[in-house]
């Protein structure tokens, strides 16, 4: 893009003689506080004559919003403050209509969950696949879409997450393709694949954007140089009909602020700045570092980095191996051991550790030393393992977190209106979960509202919450409730 960034257009005003009578109250100042701040400070303003809004842009911002739908390919951009999630519930409220049914991805981020309750939606379930004994989720089947669209043809909206949280992408092009065979739009959570549509030098998937779908979200903070909170929503294509499209930007004005960050803006089209010149060649750069990082790591006795030879299995099209799984399945130690090893003896902090795996995440900002430390620390805790195999009964069994298939009772939004109890974890088989249940991060639902407390279900929760992870809506003090619907005996 030609011209002045909205940066330096920030900067030169920051600089002027204009005198702030208007929001925000620290008048472009940093008093007595920390001066890594001030710079900041001095370019955050309001919507002032000659910056636009956001949410009636008809200036600079609409300018730069064009310009990144020309980056990207897509027929609309805009522009997302409140992060990808405030896209996601746009797309879902802005494509279904109230009481609709929707099609979606079970491994979905909880956004899409809130926007099926805020819409009062039917919610139609599709499963990822598991790769084999690994436990480790893949991709969405195109003909279980099929099959599911072919069962329930009242279904207004697919949305599919691509790539997961592990870097699977499934077959969007085919997924596509039935879809619009249906006559409707497919939505796509690709927020951790904001470096797609860059990448075509640099060894990683293609964006679904380019593999027709209709609406996908990203979120540049997670993969790209830009501000936690920043992040873009891309439209295409004719079947997202002009309806469902406006209904989209309505819905970005109620999910984001009605005072948009310009800090946030700026960041986000400098970003996009990066990205479409040298950003293409560091993610080059960046696919051989990581060639280098896998080679290294082969020598590892106890711990399994995914490589490559999964694609064409588990419903995985492609992957992003900026992913980096590392399986324990050795019986010894656990994901959650390694995450702690690695925080205490080598000062690396990863992404998730789960019970049966930890995930490193990689970006093409990350350093070679950085890479080279985290191979070091796995070769350290290696060892730690091989010497925990001379003791005996340190054996443990690592659980395979294959999905539990629940039962489902009731909608969402019939749940949220229901009357709910408090029931002790050891009682609760059987009976209707009346809030979701998430470890935090990934942030996806292991239960959803409606769906029936089944006694494996209630068992991998339990060991979720002896783990130490973080797990989202169980009640008291050390979680030993869940929230259920009122008993009516």
């Known amino acids: 893009m030609q011209g002045k960034s909205l940066f330096q257009r920030l900067r030169e005003y920051a600089g002027s003689d204009n005198y702030p ?62 992060g990808s999630s405030s896209g996601i519930l746009s797309a879902v409220c ?37 790769i084999g004994d690994l436990g480790i989720q893949g991709g969405i089947l195109p003909e279980d879409v099929e099959r599911c ?16 949280y592990d ?17 409707i739009p497919l939505l796509v959570d690709e927020a951790h694949g904001a470096h797609f549509p860059f990448s075509e030098k640099g060894g990683f998937p293609v964006s679904a954007l380019d593999k027709g779908a209709d609406v996908v979200v990203q979120s540049l903070h997670k993969t790209l140089p830009s501000p936690t909170q920043t992040a873009i929503i891309h439209m295409k294509g004719k079947y997202l009909r002009e309806e469902a499209r406006e209904g989209i930007k309505r819905y970005l004005s109620i999910f984001q602020s009605s005072s948009p960050s310009y800090v946030f803006m700026a960041a986000i089209e400098r970003c996009i700045r990066y990205m479409d010149g040298e950003g293409r060649e560091r993610l080059g750069e960046f696919s051989r570092e990581l060639d280098d990082f896998y080679g290294e790591c082969r020598g590892l006795n106890n711990i399994l980095v995914l490589g490559k030879g999964y694609e064409g299995k588990a419903g995985i099209y492609a992957r992003d191996y900026s992913k980096i799984i590392l399986h324990m399945g050795c019986g010894r130690r ?10 205490q003896r080598c000062h690396l902090e990863l992404e998730m550790c789960m019970p049966w795996y930890a995930l490193a995440l990689a970006s093409l900002w990350d350093s070679q030393e950085g890479l080279k430390r985290l191979c070091k620390g796995l070769y350290g805790a290696d060892r730690v393992i091989d010497r925990m195999k001379e003791k005996k009964g340190e054996e443990r069994r690592i659980l395979d977190g294959k999905w539990v298939v629940p039962e489902t009772a009731w909608t969402i939004g019939e749940v949220a209106e229901m009357e709910t109890e408090l029931c002790r974890a050891e009682e609760c088989e059987g009976r209707v979960s009346a ?15 409606g769906e029936v407390l089944s006694k494996d279900i209630v068992s991998m929760v339990d060991v979720f919450r002896k783990s130490g992870l973080m797990v989202h809506g169980l009640k008291g003090k050390s979680g030993e409730f869940f929230k259920v619907v009122k008993s009516t005996g």
């Open 334 to 343: 656990d994901g959650v051991w390694l995450g702690r090893y690695l925080r």
């Open 149 to 164: 669209l072919d069962e329930f043809p009242d279904i207004q909206a697919v949305m599919i997450v691509s790539p997961t």
């Open 167 to 183: 870097g699977m992408v499934s077959d969007i092009g085919k997924i596509a393709q039935i879809v619009h065979r249906h006559g």
């Open 21 to 82: 009578f208007h929001m925000p109250g620290h008048k472009r100042q940093m008093m007595g506080g920390e001066p890594e701040l001030s710079g900041l400070f001095s370019v955050d303003i309001t919507e002032i004559d000659g910056f636009d809004d956001l949410h009636h842009a008809d200036g600079i911002l609409k300018d730069y919003m064009e310009w990144a739908a020309e980056c990207y390919g897509a027929d609309e951009s805009r522009y997302l403050v409140n």
């Open 94 to 130: 802005g494509c279904v209509k109230q009481g609709g049914r929707i099609l979606v991805g079970r491994n979905c981020h909880k956004s899409v969950y809130h926007g099926i309750l805020l819409k009062g939606l039917r919610a139609v379930y599709v499963y990822p696949q598991v």
């Open 435 to 449: 809030d979701f249940i998430y470890v935090y991060p990934p942030g996806i639902p292991y239960v959803v509202l």
